[in-house]
Structures are given as structure tokens and as C-alpha cells.
């Protein structure tokens, strides 16, 4: 069965850093797009960043552009999402998904996603 397993979540200052991990289990991660979505109290899922599985390529939203990193480590089935310069703005649940055609726009049309992780940014 193909699941995540999500961890570093947590509250940080604003200007401050965080890495949330997924951990997959259940199927070989290098196999797949991943991603990270976040959802805010209220609104809209929104696509924060995907890596393509077919050609490496790393998409970002224009929100987070410059200030997340979103890396893979294949041999540890694990992807992190590392997020600097961290604003009030940021608070969310971020949840870590996959797909296995790509990465797709829209952030519903992922096949398989994580418990999520809360990240909240405050004084």
C-alpha cells in the first residue's frame, strides 16, 4: 500500500527556516512526480512545488519562488521541502503527493497524497 509519512512541521518566527520530510512506503519514490501542497485556513489547495520524474525539472509558485527548495533523496525514499524566509502568509497544511504522469496543474489531480504537516508562521 503506497502511503506517506510526513514530520517536521512545527511553529517558526517569521523570517524563520523549517524542512518538512515525506517518507514514502509501498512503492519506489524515483518512480514518481512529487510534490508539496499546502492548504491555508479557509482557502484553496495551492501546488507549492513539484519534481518531475521524467525530466528532473523543479516547478515552484510564484509565493514561495526563491525562498523553497524542494529536493529528493531517492536512496532514503524521501523528498523535503526546505523553506527559508518563511512568512505569517505560509501558515498551512502542507501536504507531500504524488503522481505518476508527471506533474500535473492542478493540485486535486494528484493520485496520492500525505496525513499533512502544519506549519505555522507567527510571533
Known amino acids: 500500500q503506497l502511503q506517506f509519512v510526513e514530520s517536521g512541521g512545527g511553529l517558526v518566527q517569521p523570517g524563520g527556516s523549517l524542512r518538512v520530510s515525506c517518507l514514502a512506503s509501498g512503492f519506489t519514490l524515483d518512480y514518481y512526480a512529487i510534490g508539496w501542497i499546502r492548504q491555508a485556513p479557509g482557502k484553496e489547495h495551492e501546488l507549492v512545488s513539484c519534481i518531475n520524474n521524467k525530466d528532473g525539472r523543479i516547478n515552484y509558485a510564484d509565493t514561495v519562488k526563491g525562498r523553497f527548495t524542494a529536493s529528493r533523496d531517492n536512496a532514503k525514499n524521501t523528498a523535503y521541502l526546505q523553506m527559508n524566509s518563511l512568512k505569517p502568509e505560509d501558515t498551512a497544511n502542507y501536504y507531500c503527493?504524488?503522481?505518476?504522469?508527471?506533474?500535473?496543474?492542478?493540485?486535486?489531480?494528484?493520485?496520492?497524497w500525505g496525513q499533512g504537516t502544519l506549519v505555522t508562521v507567527s510571533a
Open positions: 503527493v504524488a503522481d505518476h504522469s508527471g506533474c500535473p496543474i492542478s493540485p486535486l489531480e494528484y493520485n496520492y
